[in-house]
């Protein structure tokens, strides 16, 4: 059984910073690809950044250049730096595992900026 353990995330004022971890224990798995999605209330789920097994960071467009995914996503560890939070930014943000055999998805850690 495969789980993604997420830490960090909390609360703070725009324009800070904050940062997320993500490990994958369990059964090991082959993984093309490791990252980020978040979910505002309200919205729908949408990509954050995803880190390819080549090392390799795709972003949705509303965080370039403020967050960036770094670790070893063949080795199951990421890491998302967010830097310049905005209040948009807040929402539950969950680690993500796509497989063609079944997704994997963390339970979700909260961030929160308020302006």
């Known amino acids: 059984q495969v789980q993604l353990v997420e830490s960090g995330g909390g609360s703070v004022q725009a324009g800070g910073s904050l940062r997320l971890s993500c490990v994958s224990t369990?059964?090991?798995?082959?993984?093309?690809?490791m990252g980020w999605y978040r979910q505002a209330p309200g919205k729908q789920r949408e990509l954050v950044a995803m880190?390819?097994?080549?090392?390799?960071?795709n972003y949705g467009d509303s965080v370039k250049g403020r967050f960036t995914i770094s670790g070893d996503s063949a080795k199951g560890t990421v890491d998302l730096q967010m830097n310049k939070l905005k209040p948009e930014d807040t929402g539950v943000y969950y680690c993500?595992?796509?497989?063609?055999?079944?997704?994997?998805w963390g339970q979700g850690t909260q961030v929160t900026v308020s302006s």
């Open positions: 369990g059964t090991m798995i082959r993984i093309n690809a």
């Open positions: 880190l390819s097994s080549i090392g390799t960071p």
């Open positions: 993500h595992i796509p497989r063609p055999d079944g997704d994997y």
